[in-house]
């Protein structure tokens, strides 16, 4: 099969080239400067991060900031490490069951002929509209109940089943999942589970890795509110939180730490997106 | 007709097996999503304020979100504002930087998309914003404007009437983008190069061409996903407002259905009538979402 390239292949105007570029290059700067200012503060001096008129970057960086963590955080009764593993543990287990539920569900609702599979997907559809703000009430209620507040579960088990990873796995399965290709494997006597790991995961890839920087993004960022009590239950993003709260004075070392958490969904967006950039050069050999 | 039927070797038949892959995500799905909805919508026929029992109001706090509240038709408005403006333009420009970058080679192209999807990774970094902003001569946009003589007084951005919507709309845009353009590059690895090749032979002579009869329409479905994800985002605009603008803001000028229903909730304990809040806006990006789907229908006809 010839490679795309080789017919995808139209000529843009001049003119339509500086747009192009123009507008691709503004668009990127309006997305990544808010960004590099967050790097560029932490690395700011006091007399830089308090001068008139303030400037936007940087001019003789240190690691004032930094340094000046571990004695923010040493008066815890916790080790930071501690904390560190938390955020780590519950961000990539929780993403990882997640994964697994939602796309075998998304192969039921993408592919099977079972009962009432369209009700159930646009309930899971129409679930994403409904305000979670009204929701934390009635699930407290629930926490409660099954006894998981103070525990990891409650990190846990409520990001398994949510609705927008099954809402993107199957419409990503609908247009990439040839029936064809699991009729050839139904003839071969592959039955569902095999299906579902043979086939349907390998080839929805791009989608799961996204689907992993969604949520591990989502999970890593998580400051538990009122069903974490314990001290070492908590979350690296809550004990930075506090550093946020010291107010001016400890500007630059608010933003050193935000940008020490930065760091892990970032290191997860290049190992997500560098898989999905790769499937495409294999696309059409399927 | 022995192999055709070889799936059930296993013993299970194919209808129970998928019972098997689908139960783990809907048993949790129903516990900690379905019910709590059921719960809140229920709530919104009682008047409940989290320490006496819920008494039955029947329609009461759905006759008080347009006969009783000065604030919410307001938010209404705003709400219905952002999600004209930003929703669209967040969606579109999601689609059309999508679609811009694919071209480049995998290097260049993660480069690109990680700058596009630069906000995402930067937590909950829209304080910057608030430093920008800032309504003191120390704020970027203020101290660049006196140091350039176009004003000689600091502007209050987001107190001002004038220019906070605008402003909170494009920090909207800045941090909604990010899921749906991420979700159109893994659809765009998708589309079949065949269906290129096959437009090509059939005349396909134009990049527009290309996009409107083969692209568009092979990721039809991610489409939707990325719209219904745009309704959710702008529709639910509350906690930026309300971090940047304060509430109440100046005149109740940007404030949305959802910073409302958060002082409605934490602040006043009103639960039953945040319910009713909720099942309104529930209901707003239902219709919302049904006119998108018939209008991404339209695609490649």
């Not at chain 1, 070492?232 to 940008?259: C, D, F, N, Q, W």
């Not at chain 2, 048993?27 to 379905?34: C, G, N, S, Y």
């Not at chain 2, 090749?197 to 489409?223: N, V």
Request: charged share 10%; hydrophobic share 50%; net charge positive.
């Amino acid at each position: 099969m010839p490679k795309r390239q080789e017919y995808k292949r139209y000529t843009r105007s001049r003119a339509g080239n500086v747009l192009y570029f123009a507008f691709l290059f503004l668009a990127g700067a309006f997305s990544v400067l808010p960004m590099i200012y967050c790097v560029c503060t932490a690395f700011k001096p006091l007399d830089e991060l308090l001068v008139f008129p303030p400037r936007f970057f940087v001019r003789r960086p240190t690691f004032e900031n930094f340094l000046s963590l571990p004695s923010l955080l040493e008066a815890l009764r916790v080790p930071v490490s501690r904390y560190l593993f938390n955020s780590v543990f519950t961000s990539v287990v929780s993403t990882v069951l997640h994964i697994f539920a939602a796309s075998a569900a998304a192969f039921a609702f993408s592919k099977s002929k079972i009962k009432g599979r369209t009700v159930l997907f646009l309930i899971v559809q129409f679930s994403l509209l409904y305000n979670a703000y009204t929701l934390a009430v009635p699930q407290y209620l629930i926490f409660s109940n099954l006894h998981m507040i103070d525990t990891f579960w409650i990190y846990i088990l409520p990001a398994i089943p949510s609705s927008m990873g099954a809402f993107l796995m199957k419409q990503y399965m609908d247009i990439s999942v040839p029936d064809a290709l699991l009729e050839a494997a139904r003839i071969d006597g592959a039955g569902v589970f095999r299906m579902y790991a043979r086939i349907v995961l390998p080839i929805t890839k791009p989608a799961w890795m996204t689907l992993f920087l969604f949520s591990f993004r989502d999970m890593w960022s998580i400051i538990p509110g009122g069903t974490v009590f314990s001290e070492e239950l908590k979350t690296l993003p809550y004990v930075m939180s506090s550093i946020t709260a010291g107010g001016t004075a400890r500007a630059g070392s608010a933003m050193a730490a935000a940008v020490i958490l930065m760091i892990p969904p970032i290191i997860v967006y290049f190992i997500s997106q560098s898989n999905v950039m790769e499937t495409m050069s294999t696309a059409g050999i399927k | 007709m022995k192999r055709i039927s070889g799936f059930r070797r296993s013993g299970l038949s194919e209808n129970f097996s998928f019972y098997v892959l689908l139960s783990p995500f809907l048993a949790l799905f129903f516990l900690f999503t379905v019910l709590p909805v059921l719960v809140s919508a229920g709530l919104s026929f009682f008047s409940y304020d989290m320490i006496k029992t819920p008494s039955f109001a029947g329609f009461d706090n759905f006759l008080r979100l347009f006969a009783g509240d000065e604030v919410f038709p307001k938010a209404v408005v705003n709400t219905l504002k952002f999600a004209v403006v930003t929703g669209p333009v967040s969606f579109l420009l999601a689609f059309l930087l999508a679609w811009f970058i694919n071209e480049f080679n995998p290097a260049v192209r993660s480069v690109l998309a990680f700058l596009f999807y630069a906000p995402a990774l930067s937590g909950s970094a829209f304080f910057i914003w608030q430093t920008a902003f800032s309504g003191d001569s120390y704020g970027y946009v203020n101290s660049f404007m006196i140091s350039m003589g176009l004003s000689t007084d600091p502007v209050n951005w987001f107190r001002n009437v004038q220019y906070n919507m605008a402003i909170l709309m494009v920090v909207q845009l800045w941090i909604s983008m990010g899921i749906s353009f991420l979700a159109n590059i893994a659809g765009m690895q998708n589309v079949n190069p065949e269906l290129y090749e096959a437009g090509a032979l059939d005349g396909i002579r134009t990049r527009w061409h290309e996009l409107w009869y083969i692209t568009l329409p092979s990721m039809k479905s991610i489409l939707l996903f990325g719209a219904v994800m745009q309704i959710q985002a702008t529709f639910s605009v509350g906690a930026v407002v309300t971090q940047l603008a304060g509430y109440p803001s100046v005149n109740n000028s940007v404030d949305t259905i959802v910073s409302h229903l958060s002082d409605v909730g934490t602040v006043r304990y009103e639960m039953g009538y945040a319910a009713a809040i909720s099942v309104f806006l529930f209901a707003m990006m239902a219709i919302t979402r049904v006119l998108v789907s018939k209008i991404l229908d339209y695609l490649g006809k």
